[in-house]
Structure formats: structure tokens, C-alpha cells
């Protein structure tokens, strides 16, 4: 099963094309956590038809595995009082899985928190979780995911959906803790003057390897897309960020802008970057960009003049860059509880110059 796969192939001696997994696991549904504002409701769903980062191939794996469809849904004209906040806390040995449909009404908004942890610090589990969501004319939804899993966990987070005329998709990822990851996301930008905007902050160390796969996907007029991604890397730590901007025929006025800062602490990592720009209409906007390294040795030399130590001051950065992230977190108890994550130590192997 090929999963991440980009939509235009490049280099195949690159080996960033897709990522081959086995088969999707044996799976149970997992029984979450959550506190629910009245005015979101709560109900069984179908399986829905939209494009996710992680492809159609784990679409079609995640039909057989029989999990039912968790659908929440937001009235047209209501904003939601309080977040709909989820807890998924994987028990160790577990093979579980959730999947989410997200419907926003018209002129309606929500805001959906999920805290994706291990219950215990040892033992591996593998857990699948997608999420799919239609947000109608000028809709909002904003989905902030915090992960910090243990080191021998497998994740596959799997993301997408549509956005309608005037709709807004916010996402919001911290990424702390876990052994194999492999995440994505697909916006389908359908309507007139519809937004994507991703925030992904990442902090990967030990051999934790992250598989990425980003798409925004333009197809009506004047919409918008901006995919930041701030990352630290540590260890012998893998990882591959692949971030599209699809511009297709029609969707004339389209504005998109991808950008990812690495920073590396160690010289045994392995970083794979793949900006990509896909362009059927002329009159569009787009930028990518990737800033990847250590610090600037002025920076170092400027610090280390007052007095701070070396080890200190690389924990301050890649601290920095998660608290860039997590600070666009509203929800203050949310973004306390992610700071208490971000406190742990920043482990950095010596850089030879």
C-alpha cells in the first residue's frame, strides 16, 4: 500500500514519491474522551468521499477495516460556545482506530482539540485516525492536534476535505513525541475566496521517523492558501515534507505560499524536503521556500557572550520555534498543557564543525 503519495512524481532515486507501508493492521474501534458544547451534535456517519493527505489506497484500506464514523455536526448561522475537545490516550499493545466526519454549516463555526498520547511511557500501539470535514458557504473550522506519543508507537494521522464559497479551514499540529508518524493532509478548495491556512510545529529526536504529505488544492476563484511549518530535529531522527500548492484551471485570482524552517541538531539526521508548485491557470500566486540548518554562528557567538551556554541556547531555539506554534493556540489550558510537553529536554548530539 502506497500512502503520502505526491501528485506530480519527481526524481524516483529521491525515493519522495510515496511511502510503501504494509497493509492496514487489524484494527478496533477506540473509545475517546470528549467534552462537547451543546451546540455541537453528535451522531453516526457514513464514510465519506473526500480526498486525505494520505491518499487514496489508505482511504480504501480504512473502508474494510469496518470502524464506525464518528460525525459531528454545526448548524447553519451557530458558533460553538466552547471547542469540541478529544482525548485519544493509547493504551500500550493497542492496534485501535477513529475516524471523524466534521460538518460545518453555513456562516457556522467550531473549533475541534485533540490530544493524541500514549497511556503509558513503554509499549508500542498503533493507531489510525482520520479526520474528514465539509465546511459550507463561509463556514469556520479551526483543528488543533497536539501528538506525543512513546517511542515505539505508529501513527498514521490522516486529514482532509472541502471547503465551500467564503470558508475558512484552520489547522493547528504539534508534533512531540512518537516512533513512526506518518500524517497528511488534502484541502479541497472548491469555492470562491475559500482559505487553508496549516501551522505545523514538529520536535523529533531519537529515531523517530516522520512521513509528511500536504496538499492544498485550488480550484475556485480567489482562494487562498499559506502552509508554515517550523521543525527541529535531533538524534537519528528521519523525516520527509512533502507541501503542494495545486493550482487548477479556473481558479483565477488563487494566492499560495508554503515555507518550512528546520532546525538541526545533530549531523546524524536524515531531512527530506519537497516544496512543490503545480500550475493549469495563469493568472495565480504561489511561493515555496525551505530554510534548513544549524544556527547562525553569529547568533552563537553573540549568546555565548552573555554568558549563556551552548546547550542552553540550542534548547532555547528549538523551544522557540514549537512556542511559535503552540502560541496560536487560543485555548489557554490547551496551550499551558502544551507548554508543560514542550519543557522536556532537547537532546543534541556534539556537531562537528
Known sequence: MNVNRLPARTWE????????????????????????????????????????????????????TGLPVNAYSVDANVTASAPLYQEFDIPSGAKAGSLINLEVGPNASCTVIQFISSAGEEGGCSF??????????????????????????VLLNDCGGVCEDGANFHRIQIVLGGGTTHMGEFCSLDGEKSTYKCDLGYRIEGRHVLDMNYVADHNGRLSESDISVLGVMSDKSEKIFRGTIDFHKGCAGAKGAELE?????????????????????????????????RLDENLLFYMKSRGIGEDEIYAMMAHARIDAVASLIQDMNVRDRVYEMIDGPVRRDCLKQ
Open 261 to 293: 524552517e528546520v532546525l538541526l541538531l545533530s549531523d546524524d539526521i536524515v531531512n527530506k524536503t519537497v516544496p512543490l508548485i503545480l500550475c493549469d491557470e495563469e493568472d495565480v500566486e504561489g511561493s515555496h521556500g525551505a530554510t534548513i540548518g
Open 13 to 64: 532515486w529521491l525515493r519522495v514519491n510515496e511511502t510503501k507501508l504494509d497493509e492496514v493492521p487489524a484494527v478496533s474501534s477506540f473509545e475517546y474522551r470528549e467534552e462537547k458544547p451543546d451546540e455541537i451534535r453528535h451522531g453516526s456517519g457514513i464514510f465519506a468521499d473526500y480526498r486525505t493527505g494520505l491518499g487514496d489506497e489508505f482511504n480504501e484500506a480504512l473502508k474494510s
Open 128 to 153: 489510525l485516525l482520520q479526520n474528514k470535514y465539509h465546511i459550507a458557504e463561509n463556514g469556520n473550522l479551526t483543528l488543533i492536534q497536539v501528538q506525543n506519543l512513546s517511542c515505539d508507537s
